[in-house]
């Protein structure tokens, strides 16, 4: 499973220092008001990319410090292929998030060590951390993402249909621009082709060959240093053959060597390496003499070597950075050349590929909508059940389509959004534009019942959700948030005894004042721990024996729910 494993908070707000260690399932988080919680989800929303300011620092200290763990034992996970874009590696399945902010309020972003923009983290955060609150601006209240909820609902059939139509689109897009290209004004096309006429006789003017510069600066190298070279190859002729020639010595060296190996066998072999090294020396003597006899300064050649490569580095400063570039580049604009020159027949020619291409993506983008709709309608009875548990059987739930086959998208023909009405009676309108409270509380608790299922984010983090609502419409949404956190790590402030009673672990926030400062600190409950908070999230401040056994049994009927 993957979640967030670890969240380190330094000087953020009134945090001082707090390490905070996460759980799979459902984890609540109570206490008082003031105390903390939502700062807690406030440092894990700038982790993942949110907006941050210098008003998060805690006073008197010079930057915030905010550090995530997350651990991703899905190698398919989203956040590989995102991480993966960006060249970062994750070792282990570990995932290090790490921003700091300064008291100036810029932000130093860190993923894996590797130093990322705000975007970056934000990219990758979002296939980590889903966060919905009461005034959180989210994916489900997004219309424009809409169709890819949708077509993550129904993956396992519009995936496929869905690749196979971007394929189509890929290739219609390109012949369309291929097409429009041709199709601009005459005027811009003559100076096109007048342009690449002229570049094109210009390279093949030329008549450049592979590697030309490279051996061209090799022999102006050598042209350049003639008198060096000349100066040593007659001075190493003249040690070996001139006055006291160094061959003479030789000689006589292997002559009285040769006369004592013919009374004594172990010198026989130093001999040998005279003999040869002599006759090897000989045919260096001669080589040394032929060169010498070839060499010839050419004034005009070192001349005619520095303008050619003058005309190649002109050609490399216009068309590439090697001949082998600019030779590609020729062969590139010939082909624009004959085009451009055929225009009328390419332009027929594209037509109609462009016809033939756009009737098999209508096919494509058809069968996507159907699928869609089949998907829609499923989705439809899904959303219904699940407003039905959360005592909202009256609220009406809606996919709409707008399907324009004359205007084809990456995404095919559709245009998706979810639409509701909560009152019976009432027109369905937008889910974007339904008022806040209990009502939306619920609503989007039953959307991410289901997308949290599909969408593939590690956690997700409910902000006091529950506001608004009470009694056995309370402890549905308990229930529902407990099942939403079976298939993904959920994070959850609430106000709601039902739903802390639920909590798989349950971390107390509580502010403590200490040498005139104010300090959050965060203790996980033991059994006996959370009875105390449920009964004061119940009760209030007096804490009464009926309110204890109240949450003893709250706790007695979570727990008898979650083995259901």
Request: hydrophobic share 35%.
């Amino acid at each position: 499973m993957q979640l967030l494993a670890e969240l380190s908070i330094k000087n953020f707000a009134i945090i001082e220092s707090l390490t905070v260690s996460f759980k799979k399932g459902l984890t609540v988080l109570t206490g008082e008001t003031g105390a903390g919680k939502s700062i807690i989800i406030d440092a894990v929303h700038l982790l993942v990319g949110g907006r941050g300011s210098a008003e998060f620092v805690r006073h008197g200290e010079e930057k915030a410090e905010i550090e995530g763990l997350f651990q991703l034992e899905d190698m398919n996970h989203p956040s590989y292929k995102k991480a993966g874009e960006f060249g970062i590696e994750i070792e282990e399945g570990m995932l290090i998030l790490r921003r700091d902010i300064s008291q100036t309020g810029k932000s130093v972003c860190r993923i894996n060590g590797k130093l990322v923009t705000i975007s970056t983290l934000r990219e990758i955060g979002s296939t980590l951390i889903d966060i919905h609150g009461q005034h959180e601006h989210q994916e489900l209240m997004d219309e424009s993402k809409h169709q890819k909820l949708l077509d993550q609902f129904g993956a396992k059939t519009i995936s496929s249909q869905l690749e196979e139509y971007s394929r189509l689109y890929r290739s219609y897009e390109q012949t369309a621009k291929k097409l429009r290209s041709l199709s601009e004004n005459e005027q811009k096309m003559a100076h096109r082709l007048d342009l690449i006429q002229f570049q094109y006789d210009e390279i093949q003017k030329a008549q450049l060959m592979i590697n030309e510069d490279v051996e061209l600066v090799e022999e102006k190298r050598r042209l350049s240093n003639f008198e060096k070279v000349f100066d040593g190859l007659q001075n190493s002729y003249s040690a070996l053959q001139g006055e006291q020639r160094g061959l003479d010595w030789i000689s006589l060296v292997m002559t009285h060597l040769e006369d004592v190996a013919s009374v004594d066998d172990q010198f026989k072999e130093l001999t040998e390496i005279v003999s040869t090294s002599f006759y090897a020396l000989e045919d260096v003597s001669r080589e040394l003499r032929n060169k010498l006899d070839s060499l010839e300064f050419e004034p005009e050649r070192l001349h005619d070597i520095e303008s050619r490569l003058n005309e190649i580095n002109q050609l490399k400063r216009k068309y590439g950075k090697t001949i082998e570039e600019i030779i590609e580049y020729a062969a590139k604009i010939e082909e624009e050349i004959e085009t451009l020159q055929n225009k009328e027949t390419h332009i027929n020619t594209l037509n109609k590929e462009l016809i033939a291409i756009k009737k098999d993506l209508e096919v494509e983008a058809r069968e996507l909508t159907s699928a869609r709709l089949k998907y829609a309608e499923a989705l439809t009875k899904s959303i219904h059940q699940e407003l039905k548990e959360l005592y909202m059987d009256k609220t009406i739930f809606e996919v709409r389509f707008q399907s324009n086959y004359d205007l084809y998208t990456s995404t095919g023909c559709d245009t998706i959004e979810f639409f509701i009405s909560t009152n019976p009676g009432e027109p369905l309108k937008p889910l974007s534009k339904v008022a806040s409270g209990g009502e939306l509380s619920r609503m989007m608790l039953a959307l991410k019942s289901i997308f949290s299922k599909h969408q593939g984010v590690t956690s997700i983090i409910f902000d006091e959700v529950d506001t608004g609502v009470s009694g056995r419409v309370a402890q549905a949404i308990a229930e529902k948030i407990y099942k939403v956190a079976v298939s993904s790590q959920v994070l959850c402030i609430s106000h709601l005894p039902q739903v802390a009673a639920m909590a798989d672990t349950h971390l107390y926030i509580s502010k403590v004042t200490a040498n005139g400062r104010t300090k959050t600190s965060v203790k996980s409950l033991t059994e006996k721990d959370k009875v105390k908070e449920i009964g004061r999230m119940i009760s209030g401040v007096e804490i009464t024996e009926l309110t204890k056994e109240h949450a003893k049994e709250l706790l007695y009927l979570a727990k008898e729910m979650k083995i259901t």
